[in-house]
């Protein structure tokens, strides 16, 4: 038996945990759109083609914002191929994942289906092979009220109103140079400061993310944001972050995940907070972690210019619910700085729903650690002490057997605890100055790591319903057995 404590102080607050921080991405990448959110021939399709038994699950997810429509799709893209009517729009080859692109789907299905899964649209501009005049006409499209053949032509497909679209990526990874059009930092920065102006000039509200590196082991990473953010500071209001984790041979550098999250989010913290002070600028540029996950697939797989491949269909074990659960508390517990977060991505493509053409839609293992951090893990969240043994990763060195966040809200408070440790573990949970609470729902996911869940045997993994963490010394004790998660709900005893 091990023993570990968790504390958290109500006069501790991190921050208030923003509603962005449970958004999500849909790119024209594999099966994420065709045969993912949209399927005419399904037989839950609504008249729009969008398939409603994924609606269903979307809204089961309480995601804020869509990230659309790349991606590395998006750096090819030009948004005017998909609009008008379906039987004009060109049958295109998309560069970036090789495969051919009808534009059935494009703004204004998307806008559409924003609306019916209860999302806002988070557009992102094409600054690889499009123009910043490009970006400002579809901010035009989209979002300007006026008259011109721009905003007619929405009307006449549909967008009767403007789209009204707050938040717009200038880009996607720009650093990568397998990115369409990929460019320096500094000629990214210069581009990007000319689309902002123009998409501004068009729409003086918009919210603006730039991007950052596309991974912490891309050979410029951090210089390229240093360099990036030195020109667009005060043009933007984001940093884009982006960062997926894989079992990396052995168990314990794949749990040592959220201390790689956790390093890169306070790594970029830094380098924007370099360059304010370097600016002696006032304002404090936050963090849109807009693509994150667990991604087990090595590489994207053989698409030939196919419709629709298969590719990026990632399976989850419950192995891989519990590390993404500690993804999510890091995620929370950043919630100063993280101030939107896009879980790359939502359907079909590495994602928590998976759809058979002309079938099932299932919730893979990590649907249920999202949606308990969308249901729960709102208000505010709270520094959390945590005293643990630690492990040993031969990538990451040594940290916690566990990872923790708090949440409260109206009163309740909502522990996540994922536990990496194999061994028995006592887990003493002191929350005393929120009051006097009782534990009201324990909530966990363990068992067979191995397990996920299949079109055959859907629901193979999923949290259960546990005894509730009874109070010694006026402190919570959940005793676990194994790697596994945890959410454990307080409410005041009167
Ligand atoms: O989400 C899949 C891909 O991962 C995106 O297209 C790209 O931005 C990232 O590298």
């Keep these: 038996m091990q023993n570990v404590r968790i504390f958290a102080d109500k006069d501790m607050p991190i921050s208030e945990i923003g509603d962005d921080l449970y958004s999500s991405f849909i790119e024209h990448l594999g099966r994420s759109v065709y045969e993912g959110i949209y399927e005419p021939d399904h037989p839950s399709a609504d008249e729009n083609g969008f398939r409603g038994d994924v609606l269903a699950l979307v809204k089961e997810l309480g995601f804020t914002k869509i990230r659309y429509p790349g991606g590395n799709f998006v750096s090819g893209y030009n948004w005017k191929n998909g609009i008008g009517p379906k039987e004009n729009r060109p049958i295109k080859l998309d560069l970036a994942w090789k495969t051919t692109e009808t534009n059935e789907f494009g703004t204004d299905e998307f806008m559409k289906w924003c609306r019916l ?111 990036v953010l030195e020109t667009l500071y005060d043009d933007v209001d984001y940093l884009s972050l982006h960062q997926y984790f894989w079992p990396q041979g052995n168990d314990l550098d794949y749990y040592a995940s959220s201390v790689c999250m956790d390093e890169y989010i306070r790594t970029m913290a830094g380098v924007c907070d370099f360059v304010r002070a370097k600016k002696r600028s006032k304002k404090q540029m936050m963090l849109s972690f807009d693509e994150w996950n667990i991604w087990n697939i090595p590489k994207s797989g053989e698409a030939n210019w196919s419709r629709a491949p298969h590719i990026l269909e990632d399976s989850y074990t419950l192995q891989d619910a519990v590390v993404f659960s500690s993804l999510m508390s890091t995620l ?33 293992t990590t649907f249920y650690p999202y ?57 003493e949970i002191e929350l005393r100055s929120f009051g006097e609470l009782k534990c009201v729902g324990h909530i966990a996911m363990e068992g067979d790591l191995g397990a996920r869940n299949t079109f055959s045997f859907p629901e193979t993994v999923r949290p259960k319903e546990k005894e509730l963490c009874r109070k010694e010394g006026g402190k919570f004790i959940l005793q676990t057995k194994g790697v596994s998660f945890h959410v454990l709900r307080f409410a005041r005893e009167k």
């Design 117 to 227: 899964a209860g999302v806002e649209p988070m557009m992102a501009v094409n600054l690889g092979s499009g123009s910043p005049m490009e970006a400002a006409e579809l901010v035009e499209y989209c979002n300007h009220a006026g008259d011109t053949s721009l905003t007619r032509e929405r009307k006449r497909n549909g967008g009767e109103h403007p789209y009204g679209v707050k938040m717009w990526c200038l880009g996607n990874e720009m650093d990568s140079e397998g990115q369409i059009g990929h460019l320096s930092a500094q000629a990214y920065a210069d581009k990007a400061k000319e689309a902002a102006k123009l998409m501004r000039y068009v729409d003086g509200s918009l919210k603006l993310v730039c991007c950052g590196s596309y991974c912490t082991s891309s050979p410029t990473y951090p210089e390229w944001d240093r360099v």
């Design 332 to 364: 929370v517990n950043h919630a100063d700085r993280v101030k939107c977060a896009c879980l790359a991505q939502a359907v079909n493509v590495i994602a928590p729903i998976a759809t058979q053409k002309g079938g099932k839609a299932i919730r893979q």
């Design 371 to 427: 949606a308990l951090f969308s249901a729960y893990a709102r208000g505010t969240a709270y520094r959390v002490v945590i005293g643990a043994p630690d492990l040993n990763s031969e990538a990451h060195g040594a940290f916690p057997c566990v990872t923790a966040s708090v949440a409260e809200r109206a009163g309740e408070v909502t522990v996540f605890v994922t536990c990496f440790s194999e061994k028995e573990t006592r887990t």
